[in-house]
């Protein structure tokens, strides 16, 4: 597709449930990035792949938090068990390099845990 | 680990005048710096970069932004706003032996007619 693009753009969950978000990047591109951005706030970072490898997964709040990217285009973040504080949204971001000197945004998926 | 702060919330000015919105880094090794700018209902956006070379790198929308080692800071700036700069400002710094992109917490603009 012509950019990132992520699905749902809106996902309410129940305290407890699992979630899934999708994130298709831009054909080609060997970087990708999971970020969590809470209202009011800058994008926080969660992990980060090149191609199926998962090379940094330092900023992932908990082990309920997980990442994967088996063919090392689309990724998917599940958050098992949903918390009130999990509520913010999740942006992805590619890049064409391993440099990472320009980072490609999807729209994000507003996750709202009640 | 590298940490990236915007001092002010929210940046004023009137349109046409000059516009500048600050950034300050840490880093342990070489940054790599860079401001992407959010509009509403729409994704970031990069605007520059910073790798290496001349301190003053110039981008999109006639946005420019200036190194400054020793005050480690990355400023971005802009000779004459127009109301359509108005949108919220993210500065992010990259250590070059890292691959992880810290963001700072923005600034929003407000460019008054």
């Known amino acids: 597709g012509a950019g990132v693009s992520q699905s749902p753009r809106y996902k309410v969950a129940k305290r407890g449930q699992d979630v899934a978000l999708r994130c298709d990047p831009i054909s080609g591109h060997v970087s990708l990035f999971w970020y969590q951005q809470a209202l009011g706030q800058g994008p926080e970072f969660l992990t980060y792949f090149q191609n199926e490898a998962q090379l940094d997964k330092s900023g992932l709040p908990s082990d309920r938090f997980f990442a994967e990217r088996p063919e090392g285009s689309v990724s998917t973040l599940k958050i098992q068990r949903t918390q009130q504080e999990d509520s913010a949204v999740y942006l992805c971001?590619?890049?064409?390099?391993?440099?990472?000197?320009?980072?490609?945004f999807g729209s994000g998926t507003q996750l709202s845990v009640l | 680990a590298q940490s990236v702060a915007q001092p002010e919330d929210q940046v004023n000015v009137a349109e046409g005048n000059p516009l500048t919105v600050k950034c300050t880094y840490s880093?342990?090794?070489?940054?790599?710096l860079f401001w992407y700018v959010q509009y509403p209902n729409r994704g970031l956006q990069f605007l520059l970069k910073?790798?290496?070379?001349?301190?003053l790198v110039k981008g999109s929308y006639g946005f420019e932004a200036e190194f400054n080692k020793s005050q480690t800071s990355f400023h971005l700036k802009k000779p004459s706003a127009l109301v359509s700069d108005s949108a919220l400002y993210f500065c992010a710094v990259r250590d070059h032996r890292d691959d992880k992109i810290i963001f700072g917490k923005g600034t929003r603009l407000h460019i008054l007619p």
């Open positions: 910073y790798i290496t070379g001349d301190n």
């Open positions: 880093v342990s090794g070489n940054p790599y």
């Open positions: 971001a590619s890049s064409s390099t391993g440099t990472n000197e320009k980072l490609f």
